[in-house]
Nanobody
Framework: QVQLVESGGGLVQAGGSLRLSCAASERIFSTYAMGWFRQAPGKEREFVAAISRSGITILYADSVKGRFTISVDKAKNTVYLQMNSLKPEDTAVYYC?????????????????WGQGTQVTVSS
């Protein structure tokens, strides 16, 4: 059983930055794909970023491309989401997800393991 714990969320002004962390319970990053999703009140959970198990494929939603960066530190069993130039519309609960056999990285339904989420609030 893989357990994921997100941290790093908080309140930030528009234009500011945050770095989210997702700590895994075991060494998984050579065999699991990782994804970040977010969900705002009244909206569907949406794809933000993902990295393949090999690290070769990295994907971003158009809304965050150029502002967010996903990365992995294998030694710390942690995946990060660096968020720069934050906008009020980035406000949401952010979730880390993992899957060993994923093919469609942008689909939330494809991921087997999820963290509890961390709140990101961007004020104007």
């Amino acid at each position: 059983q893989v357990q994921l714990v997100e941290s790093g969320g908080g309140l930030v002004q528009a234009g500011g930055s945050l770095r989210l962390s997702c700590a895994a319970s075991e060494r998984i990053f050579s065999t699991y794909a990782m994804g970040w999703f977010r969900q705002a009140p009244g909206k569907e959970r949406e794809f933000v970023a993902a990295i393949s198990r090999s690290g070769i494929t990295i994907l971003y939603a158009d809304s965050v491309k150029g502002r967010f960066t996903i990365s992995v530190d294998k030694a710390k069993n942690t995946v990060y989401l660096q968020m720069n130039s934050l906008k009020p519309e980035d406000t949401a609960v952010y979730y880390c997800a993992a899957d060993r056999t994923i093919v469609v990285y942008k689909s939330a339904a494809a991921y087997d393991y999820w963290g509890q989420g961390t709140q990101v609030t961007v004020s104007s």
